[in-house]
């Protein structure tokens, strides 16, 4: 793949076409805020434009929380980047709404692709056509907070490995007062983090099930493993009572407050705990159940070309899109964000599988799973319902499980007419 | 506005009675009780994020880091002059126009008045909510999206303010303009020098009123802006908070930015935006 | 001032067909002042009101050009789960909020007016939330509601051993607690309206009951009450409107949850803004402002009707 590009780069570089054009090509790069992930990209692109004298990179941020709508209301006003960041979930919304284009097959071989990324790139590819490639990849563990194992009698260096040492090393760190509200909890629970991700593609398949059909068009997960999934996960609350949802309003705020013993969060958070100074916190593999199975969730924010870069301009944005998600691109987003690189050779290295924060993560990978969304948020906000049916309504897991899979499958069924 | 105008005869009586007191104490702590969500932000906007748990009213050891650290990327200031001068056109245009609209259906007489009147009334009806849409659409068309006319140009003119005005216009006599007509003023000339200065309490009122409606906008500029240079002080707020990941110490010092001058400027101006709001809302 | 009396300008007497005669003149200068606010009220009011009912027959995703799909947008509505709870959240914000937040104003109002000692500084008190930002005191209410450890409200109860309220983590009381923001921030306003109802009321009138020999409680029920109805009316509708429209207390204190745990507290404006600004389907939005408008429409008028003076 790297030939390819270089060549299509070469090839790009000697035609009379740019080189008459010298005269400085302006595209626009897109992607929300996030500390690190803007001074990384500012890296980047200052790279990027030392090798490219003839294009210059201008970058532009939105909170995430706006991000999707800015994107699709500068798509409605005509004024659409050349090159964006998404959510893969997004894919679908964005090739719709045409706000991104196919990758050139010539500029971007498939062959290259799938043999040099980790398999979940995949989700970036509809029919015959990619639609973006990523830089980073993101996975989930479990963080633990090592001052309060300590106080709780616990070995802070061996965290637990599977989910009923979970429970139990939990239960050990979990305070309560006087009032008997909770102090100190002993797990985060936390639906609009990433226990959603947590309980969908890792727990169901612990449980011993599935959570969609392989084409992603069935909800799979309304059977006796979903509901044993769900169950371990609300009884957390209700009878381990190891964890509240709601404490402290989110988890990460909970384990960042250092009120938290365990939380299962990703690798973009690392930036955030990393500034932590009250204790002493490490990271391990998500836990096995019982008989040694593990899963993980992966996903990524993808680079893709905006639908309105044509001519030059999309020669540029290919060339940049080429060196974003290079290797070299790839080891200084390690470095300053924090994330995975997307690429199994850049990933996969001595250094980094030595390296206690990023090994688990790197392990997560081999065996983790993508959820193929059609609207995130909404597919989201209804795995915080079903778990708020149980944790505050105080309907049975039954049928809590059976509500959201049916809204579910409504939400895709919608998506997919 | 204070004393003097007290109303009833009750007042007149020097002596002090136990449920006065009663009355005075428990008002006094309903007002402490209004006032403690703004004074527990102000004073954890002074802790550090480990001293955030402790609840006390006063910081152990006040510090103003966190305003150095929420200050230092110029973005609330950006906010703060974004929304200083969105506020201040809209109110310059609404106290233009209004006044100049209450003024044309107050004092002339011409076919088509009482239509165009009741034309203006009416759009008092439709609720904001349900011209954003078509706004959005239109501002997206004209490349308004993001732009600081995309986020005034709804509040240019309000019905609320044209009645305001007209209701005040009624109250200036005829002669006054006649007279000036017969000086041979121009008709511009005579609202603008004669009839507006006999309406100021009533420009004042729709100023302050238009000011901090649109000062403290928030469904329309969340739609319309789309970059953090854009933003309006509220939307801003909103973000940064969100961007914040609930660390309460830097919220709360946000939350500050975003309120003090306001409260500040109240501080100063108590008795002319009470009065103002008043008129504003017994006329209105 | 009538213009037709005025055939020609007082100095030419001797020429009486004059084209620009005075009110013609006049006239000009009138349409002169209306036209640019005409052309606004058509372009930005009247025309977008339109363009809304329109919108509300079409299936819409902004992306793809509309298409015609008549009354579907409503009976989907009207089948809607979500759109169920979101009217009675919707309505709930104003039952409970109006009258609370009117008796209270009132009730301080009444009192307010009577103090003369330290009457501006409490006065300034109350009138304090009233011009802060609703989005930065939204966020000052979140944090206040937490469970324990760090939430004020439960970190107060439980200094007393009281165990925790889950506030905005309940299905319950959520919506009342949002509520209690709004209230809270619209006190000030209503309090120093009422004032402003009660100063305009004539001192004469409470001299003669007096004399009468009414007590307080008699002149409060038979003088001040009645003679404060415009006041009141004025409040009562105002008040409605906004607790029908309230949006930004809920979006900010949900950013997590939008509309609360399971929706408990998502009022019809939070539920157009998703539907139209992260769902993109705009008729459907459109279909559910107008059912806003009527609502406003017809709440509006009936207590106008209810309110209305019985002569």
């Known amino acids: 793949m790297h030939k390819g590009i270089l060549l299509a780069g070469l090839m790009a570089g000697i035609s009379p076409f740019t080189v008459t054009a010298a005269q400085a090509v302006e595209i626009e790069y897109w992607q929300y805020v996030f500390e690190t992930r803007v001074n990384a990209m500012d890296q980047l692109i200052a790279n990027f434009e030392a090798q490219n004298p003839g294009i210059t990179v201008k970058h532009v941020t939105f909170p995430y929380a706006d991000y999707q709508t800015r994107v699709v209301a500068a798509n409605m006003a005509r004024q659409g980047p050349d090159v964006l960041q998404l959510f893969y979930g997004w894919a679908d919304q964005f090739i719709g709404g045409r706000v991104i284009q196919p990758l050139s097959p010539e500029a971007f071989p498939h062959a290259q692709i799938e043999e040099d990324f980790f398999p979940i790139v995949s989700a970036m590819k509809r029919g015959d056509d990619y639609y973006g490639l990523p830089t980073a990849v993101r996975s989930l563990a479990l963080f633990y907070n090592k001052n309060l194992m300590e106080a709780a009698g616990l070995d802070p260096n061996t965290p637990p490995t599977t989910l009923d040492e979970l429970v139990e090393q939990a239960k050990a760190i979990t305070q309560v007062d006087a009032a008997g509200n909770m102090a100190v909890a002993g797990m985060t629970l936390d639906m609009g983090g990433q226990d959603h991700q947590w309980w969908r593609e890792v727990l169901v398949r612990q449980f011993g099930g599935a959570p969609y059909s392989e084409d992603g068009r069935t909800v799979t997960y309304n059977d006796a493993a979903g509901a044993a999934a769900l169950k371990f996960f609300t009884d957390l609350q209700l009878v381990e009572k190891v964890g509240q949802r709601g404490f402290m309003d989110e988890g990460q705020a909970a384990f960042r407050g250092g009120k938290a013993g365990f939380t299962v969060d990703g690798t973009f958070r690392l930036g955030s705990f990393r500034t932590i100074e009250d204790f002493e916190w490490g990271v391990t593999e998500l836990p096995a159940n019982a008989d040694g199975l593990r899963s993980n969730y992966a996903s990524y924010f993808a680079n893709a070309i905006g639908a309105g870069a044509q001519g030059e301009e999309l020669e540029a944005a290919e060339k940049f899109l080429a060196y974003i998600s290079s290797e070299e691109a790839m080891k200084i987003w390690l470095d300053v964000v924090g994330e995975l690189p997307a690429r199994r050779a850049a990933a996969m290295t001595e250094e980094n599988l030595a390296n206690p924060v990023y090994a688990p993560f790197l392990k997560g990978l081999e065996y983790a799973r993508t959820t193929l969304f059609v609207d995130e948020a909404a597919q989201r906000q209804n795995t915080i319902d079903m778990a708020n049916r149980i944790l505050i309504e105080g309907q049975t897991v039954e049928e809590a499980l059976a509500a959201a899979a049916a809204a579910e499958q409504a939400i895709i069924d919608r998506a997919k007419k | ?284 | 001032m009538a213009l037709t009396e005025q055939g020609a300008p007082a100095g030419r007497p001797d020429r009486p067909h004059v084209f620009w005669t005075m009110r013609r003149r006049q006239l000009l200068w009138v349409w002169g002042f209306l036209a640019v606010p005409v052309l606004f009220y058509g372009v930005i009011r009247f025309y977008p009101t339109g363009h809304a009912f329109w919108l509300s027959l079409t299936d819409w995703d902004l992306m793809s050009d509309p298409s015609f799909i008549g009354l579907d947008n409503y009976t989907r509505l009207f089948a809607d789960p979500q759109f169920g709870r979101v009217f009675r959240n919707t309505f709930a914000y104003l039952i409970m909020g109006t009258p609370i937040s009117l008796i209270l104003s009132f009730i301080i109002a009444y009192a307010l007016d009577r103090v003369r000692f330290g009457h501006t500084f409490l006065r300034a008190l109350y009138f304090l939330p009233f011009i802060t930002t609703a989005s930065a005191m939204a966020w000052v209410w979140r944090w206040f509601y937490q469970p324990a450890p760090i939430g004020v409200i439960n970190d107060f109860l439980s200094g007393f051993g009281i165990p925790q309220m889950a506030f905005l983590n309940s299905t319950t009381w959520a919506l009342p607690s949002i509520m209690v923001t709004a209230i809270w921030a619209g006190l000030g306003f209503q309090i120093i309206i009422f004032m402003a109802g009660l100063r305009a009321i004539p001192t004469t009138y409470y001299e003669a009951a007096r004399i009468d020999g009414l007590g307080e409680w008699a002149i409060l029920r038979r003088i001040t009450l009645p003679l404060l109805k415009p006041t009141t009316v004025f409040l009562v509708v105002f008040s409605s409107i906004g607790f029908l429209r309230i949006f930004d207390q809920v979006y900010n204190m949900t950013t997590n949850d939008p509309g609360g745990p399971l929706g408990s507290t998502k009022p019809l404006v939070l539920m157009i803004y998703q539907t139209a600004f992260s769902s993109y389907q705009m008729g459907y939005a459109a279909a559910q402002t107008v059912v806003l408008f009527t609502i406003l429409l017809v709440v509006s008028l009936l207590q106008l009707w209810i309110l209305r003076e019985r002569t």
């Not at chain 2, 003024?103 to 165009?116: D, E, I, M, S, W």
């Not at chain 2, 953090?228 to 930015?257: C, D, K, N």
Request: aromatic share 16%.
């Open chain 2, 1 to 284: 506005m204070t004393t003097a105008s007290a109303p009833t005869p009750t007042l007149a009586m020097p002596r002090i009675h136990p449920g006065r007191i009663l009355i005075w104490t428990a008002l006094f702590i309903g007002g402490v009780i209004m006032v403690t969500p703004l004074i527990f932000m102000f004073s954890t906007s002074l802790k550090t994020a480990g001293q955030v748990y402790d609840l006390r009213m006063i910081p152990a050891s006040p510090t103003l880091d966190n305003y150095v650290k929420v200050l230092s990327d110029g973005r609330f200031l950006r906010w703060f002059l974004n929304s200083t001068f969105i506020a201040l056109a809209v109110t310059l245009s609404n106290v233009f126009f209004d006044s100049l609209v209450g003024y044309t259906l107050a004092k002339f007489r011409f076919r088509g008045r009482y239509f165009v009147f009741l034309a203006i009334l009416s759009t008092l009806m439709i609720p904001t909510e349900m011209l954003v849409i078509p706004w959005y659409l239109m501002s997206a068309e004209f490349g308004w999206i993001n732009t600081y006319w995309g986020i005034m140009f709804p509040g240019m003119m309000t019905a609320f303010g044209t009645f305001l005005m007209k209701q005040f216009f009624e109250t200036v006599p005829d002669d006054f303009i006649e007279a000036a007509r017969i000086d041979g003023l121009n008709e511009f000339t005579i609202w603008w020098r004669i009839a507006m200065p006999l309406v100021t309490p009533a420009l004042s009122a729709l100023a302050i009123f238009t000011f901090l409606g649109n000062w403290t906008a928030f469904f329309w500029p969340l739609i319309v802006t789309t970059s953090q240079e854009l933003y309006t002080l509220p939307i801003g707020l909103s973000s940064f908070a969100v961007e914040q990941a609930i660390q309460w110490e830097m919220i709360m010092t946000g939350a500050s930015l975003a309120t003090l001058p306001t409260l500040l400027v109240f501080l100063l101006l108590q008795r002319y935006i009470v009065r103002g709001v008043m008129l504003a809302g017994l006329k209105g």
